[in-house]
Nanobody, 118 residues
Framework: QVQLQESGPGLVKPSQTLSLTCTVSGGSITTNYYYWSWIRQPPGKGLEWMGA???????HYSPSLKSRTSISRDTSKNQFTLQLSSVTPEDTAVYYC??????????WGQGTQVTVSS
């Protein structure tokens, strides 16, 4: 059973960089041909796919967030990390990590609330 767990600060100040880590257990992030995604849900809105890192290590981003988003990984720890720069209150959301690509995910973390506020 694959399990994912998000970790990181729950409060970030405007203009700073949001950084979250997803720790995966029960499966390797380098296993062919899986992708590992970050998805968020702002209050009162739907899910938004932010980007993913592939089993190969290549990263792919939503066009709307590409300029501010970076996804990397640490294979020794079986973790992948999201960095979102220049955050504003509009980036307040529940952030999820999940296994899958742009539109289909089969395993999810429980989600972590991130609030952008001074």
């Amino acid at each position: 059973q694959v399990q994912l767990q998000e970790s990181g600060p729950g409060l970030v100040k405007p203009s700073q960089t949001l950084s979250l880590t997803c720790t995966v257990s029960g499966g390797s992030i380098t296993t062919n041909y899986y992708y590992w995604s970050w998805i968020r849900q702002p209050p009162g809105k739907g899910l938004e796919w932010m980007g993913a890192i592939a089993y190969s290590g290549s990263s792919h981003y939503s066009p709307s967030l590409k300029s501010r988003t970076s996804i990397s990984r640490d294979t020794s720890k079986n973790q992948f990390t999201l960095q979102l720069s220049s955050v504003t209150p509009e980036d307040t959301a529940v952030y999820y990590c999940a296994r899958g690509g742009v539109i289909l995910w089969d395993y999810w973390g429980q989600g972590t609330q991130v609030t952008v506020s001074s």
